[in-house]
């Protein structure tokens, strides 16, 4: 039964909880503002502290381990990057009945883009490009192995059960026998046989921040890790029109099997998140929808 809680486990979260973390552990901030930020993020709660300052609270254990993967990684990432991330300011730890580790970062300013309202998708799918071939090109060693970032069959029990259950939920209509075509070609593309690169291995339009059309800034590196370069082609089809996604394709030179296997990854993840969230995070599972129609539509 649909408890209207987006997992089970999440920890309640609210301003006085917030301001009592930070006045316990960061005094020089108790005196700012503290307002919930709102957001379709599915991990983690965000609230505005001040103008500049955001705090961000893990809302299951798993994102804890998120919040520890960004302390260790960001700093070291930032030398590497031609788009500003995250920065940490202060580590907060549980108190107050939290239980878990949380983080105060600099705010960001930027907007999510929204696939079919994007000003200038051509220079975006350029910029996002520079990004992935950037966060490729690190050769920083000790990589965690990214989240999603193992062979594509890892997936398949999870991608063939959302196949399934969205069968039962005609209301969707997704040609789940075209989802499973495209997914099985998937499965037959060749593998990635060379060492595993740097990703972000999260691109979605909510961890993306734009500003005149053009990307100024990527956000939670929670899944980031070493692993197949296919899982940076999200933004493919989650959020470029057709012309955008070759130019995408095109700068970074993509050959024909990573593309199948980030074709398929993207679909996954969407036919995986849509039964999941459809009534509990209209965020996710909108873009989910977008992301079946674009991938069997090309498909």
């Given at each position: 039964?649909?408890?209207?809680?987006?997992?089970?486990?999440?920890?309640?979260?609210?301003?006085?909880?917030?301001?009592?973390?930070?006045?316990?552990?960061?005094?020089?901030?108790?005196?700012?503002?503290?307002?919930?930020f709102p957001s379709g993020g599915?991990?983690?709660?965000?609230?505005?502290?001040?103008?500049?300052?955001?705090?961000?609270?893990?809302?299951?254990?798993?994102?804890?381990?998120?919040?520890?993967?960004?302390?260790?990684?960001?700093?070291?990432?930032?030398?590497?990057?031609?788009?500003?991330?995250?920065?940490?300011?202060?580590?907060?730890?549980?108190?107050?009945?939290?239980?878990?580790?949380?983080?105060?970062?600099?705010?960001?300013?930027?907007?999510?883009?929204?696939?079919?309202?994007?000003?200038?998708p051509v220079l975006l799918a350029?910029?996002?490009?520079?990004?992935?071939?950037?966060?490729?090109?690190?050769?920083?060693?000790?990589?965690?192995?990214?989240?999603?970032?193992?062979?594509?069959?890892?997936?398949?029990?999870?991608?063939?059960?959302?196949?399934?259950?969205?069968?039962?939920?005609?209301?969707?209509?997704?040609?789940?026998?075209?989802?499973?075509?495209?997914?099985?070609?998937?499965?037959?593309?060749?593998?990635?046989?060379?060492?595993?690169?740097?990703?972000?291995?999260?691109?979605?339009?909510?961890?993306?921040?734009?500003?005149?059309?053009?990307?100024?800034?990527?956000?939670?590196?929670?899944?980031?890790?070493?692993?197949?370069?296919?899982?940076?082609?999200?933004?493919?089809?989650?959020?470029?029109?057709?012309?955008?996604?070759?130019?995408?394709?095109?700068?970074?030179?993509?050959?024909?099997?990573?593309?199948?296997?980030?074709?398929?990854?993207?679909?996954?993840?969407?036919?995986?998140?849509?039964?999941?969230?459809?009534r509990t995070n209209p965020a996710?599972?909108?873009?989910?929808?977008?992301?079946?129609?674009?991938?069997?539509?090309?498909?």
């Open positions: 039964m649909n408890t209207g809680q987006m997992h089970p486990g999440m920890h309640a979260i609210g301003v006085d909880l917030v301001r009592r973390l930070v006045a316990g552990q960061f005094p020089q901030w108790a005196g700012l503002a503290v307002e919930r599915t991990v983690n709660a965000m609230y505005r502290l001040g103008d500049d300052m955001v705090v961000r609270l893990p809302l299951v254990a798993g994102g804890a381990n998120d919040a520890s993967r960004e302390r260790t990684w960001l700093p070291r990432l930032v030398p590497h990057l031609p788009t500003t991330i995250p920065e940490v300011l202060g580590e907060g730890e549980p108190a107050e009945g939290y239980p878990w580790p949380w983080s105060v970062y600099r705010w960001l300013a930027g907007e999510n883009p929204e696939a079919g309202a994007l000003s200038e350029e910029d996002l490009a520079e990004f992935v071939a950037a966060m490729r090109s690190i050769t920083l060693p000790g990589a965690p192995r990214a989240h999603r970032g193992g062979p594509v069959a890892s997936l398949d029990a999870e991608t063939r059960a959302a196949i399934e259950e969205l069968r039962g939920i005609p209301q969707e209509g997704v040609d789940c026998d075209a989802a499973t075509a495209v997914w099985e070609e998937t499965l037959r593309a060749p593998g990635w046989d060379g060492p595993p690169v740097w990703l972000h291995a999260d691109l979605m339009p909510g961890n993306l921040l734009v500003d005149g059309g053009r990307l100024t800034s990527v956000i939670d590196f929670g899944c980031m890790g070493a692993g197949d370069p296919a899982c940076d082609l999200f933004p493919a089809w989650n959020l470029l029109p057709a012309e955008a996604r070759e130019v995408f394709r095109e700068t970074l030179n993509v050959d024909n099997a990573t593309w199948i296997r980030g074709r398929g990854r993207t679909l996954s993840q969407a036919l995986i998140a849509l039964p999941y969230y459809r996710m599972a909108h873009n989910a929808r977008h992301v079946i129609r674009t991938v069997l539509r090309e498909g």
